[in-house]
């Protein structure tokens, strides 16, 4: 098999750590069998902005969407662009022409990685954040009244679709059920938020009966919160809406030490598009430039866009070397996790496990 891959590095160590994630995917495309054809683009980045005046070429989606997966490392250099013109400008615009309308984070305390919740070791913390990626909160319905007055009024409209919120609680249940404790928790508000989040709740009782083998709960959002930092040993596959599901997934990886681990994916399960593959972190400015940043979050983004492409063993063989390099620590790792290793010492040294398998 040969995977057609579209590589954008981005800004900062964005630059930084994509070398090393495409490190491990050949060595991984080596060890498993399989081929990587990995084409590199320099848009969505500050350097194509300054020279074109806009993130993207015009004849972006055309380019993408014939490509099997995206795989991404982090957009953003605020001297030069705003944060939101090269958000929106790129991975934004992606999210939205591609469809990828699962936001799937794994929130997994690996070893050697000390949990800032005291005493929690790993096997304590391991689920998934399943959030929704295209509706919601996030919509783009409102307005502003009356502006410059007293009576100066802003209102703004969730927007939840039968198929956007069935097709995201779809693919939780069907995560959940493919995983050992086969449990799904929903994030609510359905006490304060009386229209949408009561309609949200229907539908998530309405799909649980057709998956008898998955045990459901649901919690508030605020005390759900509490309840990551409190159990997250409760927690197996939990579903949120866009809002809800945008502050989990910071606050889940939160709980597992350094922002530099932490990987996700902007899927399309439908497979009418191209998923995007990415590690959570941005493009860190304040240690650009150095070759000090962790490259375990773009490396564990590999691992996720290979499970998506069917390579499971590559994928898990991935995730297993990361495990065993962090779990042996010591002057491998890099600063943020106590060594004093560098991105291409890291990467390297997880690649040659990779290689090893
Ligand atoms: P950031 O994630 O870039 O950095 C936050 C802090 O974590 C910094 O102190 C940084 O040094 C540290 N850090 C991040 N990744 C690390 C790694 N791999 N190894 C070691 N330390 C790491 O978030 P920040 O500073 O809020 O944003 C910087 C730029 O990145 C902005 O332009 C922002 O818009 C963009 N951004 C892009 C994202 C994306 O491409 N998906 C996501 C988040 C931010
Ligand atoms: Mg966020």
Redesign the pocket.
Known sequence: NTYRIAVIA?????KE?MPEGLRALRAAADAYGFEVDAVEFDYASADYYLEHGQMLPDGWFEELRRFDAIF???????DVVP?HV??WGS?LQFRRHFDQYVNLRPVRLLPGITSPLAGRKPGDVDFYVVRENTEGEYSSVGGRMFEGTDRETVIQDTVMTRTGVDRILKYAFDLAQKREKKHLTSATKSNGISITMPYWDERVEAMAGRYDDVRVDKFHIDILCANFVLHPDWFDVVVASNLFGDILSDLGPACTG????APSGNINPDRTFPSLF??????????AGKG???????IWSASMMLDHLGETEAAAGILGAIESVLATGGDAL???LGGTGTTASLGGTIASVIAGA
């Open positions: 981005g800004d900062g160590i964005g750590v991404f490392g982090a957009v953003g250099w605020p944060d090269s958000l991975l350094t922002i530099g681990v990415e590690p959570v972190h941005g493009s860190a400015p304040d240690i000090i940043a962790n490259p375990v979050g773009q890099t600063r943020d």
